[in-house]
């Protein structure tokens, strides 16, 4: 059990692997299981999208957006497959909106975003064609491979029961106050915070997700019911 470890004798990956069980999903072993199939199915089937949205909800404080930029930036390749929005969705959804397009959306404090971007992301989240914009271009209509990930301190919009876009994870509360600061350097550490060690958890967790393709190409995520809000 990574918990029972002392945080100095953890491998970055089990610090990042220790880090989604316990905050993002609350000690779940079934969510945990679905938040990383997730991320697999991104790596592995590019051109499949997943058409639901990984909603992040939790106090200030626990490291919830952290795993996520990294993830995206060196995972996918920031301002290429990796898009960063944060405190405001707006810029995703207004007229010149080509930032739209890669395989990664992340909406950090999405609960700022007003309730007409909230609207036109779902559109975003499920139709397989999107229409974008660049300043000075024509508009052109593209093919949608966006997989969105929000993460806030309270949802932000009304999602309705049985809105199966969204899957709904929420931090686990105590996190925050079991989370000491050599907790906070290593999971720093893990997510290429520094130019040493570099970007080797990363790395190490994208790794880990394909020795484990097994279970992750056989889950299904819609016949799981906690994804739907009550």
Not at 10 to 28: F, Q
Not at 82 to 105: E, K, P, V, W
Not at 106 to 122: H, L, R, V, Y
């Amino acid at each position: 059990m990574i918990e029972a470890k002392p945080v100095a004798e953890r491998t970055y990956l089990e610090v990042l692997l220790d880090h989604i069980y316990r905050v993002y999903c609350s000690r779940n072993p079934i969510m945990f299981w679905a938040f990383n199939a997730f991320f697999y199915n991104i790596f592995t089937h590019p051109m499949k999208r997943m058409g639901a949205c990984l909603m992040i909800v939790g106090m200030f404080g626990v490291g919830k957006s952290v795993f996520f930029q990294a993830l995206g930036r060196y995972g996918f390749g920031e301002g290429t497959l990796y898009q960063y929005f944060g405190g405001d969705g707006s810029r995703l959804t207004g007229r010149f909106n080509s930032g739209f397009q890669g395989l990664l959306i992340f909406i950090d404090e999405a609960e700022n975003s007003d309730a007409n971007t909230a609207g036109k992301t779902k559109s975003m989240i499920t139709e397989d064609v999107q229409m974008t914009e660049a300043k000075y271009q024509t508009p052109k209509l593209v093919h949608n491979y966006a997989n969105f990930v929000y993460c806030g301190n309270s949802l932000g919009q009304k999602i309705m029961p049985g809105d199966r876009r969204y899957w709904t994870m929420e931090c686990d509360p105590s996190a925050k106050q079991g989370m000491t600061k050599e907790m906070r350097n290593k999971l720093a550490e893990a997510c290429g915070k520094y130019d040493e060690p570099g970007p080797i958890g990363i790395c190490q967790y994208i790794v880990w997700l394909q020795k484990n393709k097994a279970g992750f190409e056989d889950f299904d995520f819609y016949v799981q019911p906690y994804m739907t809000p009550n």
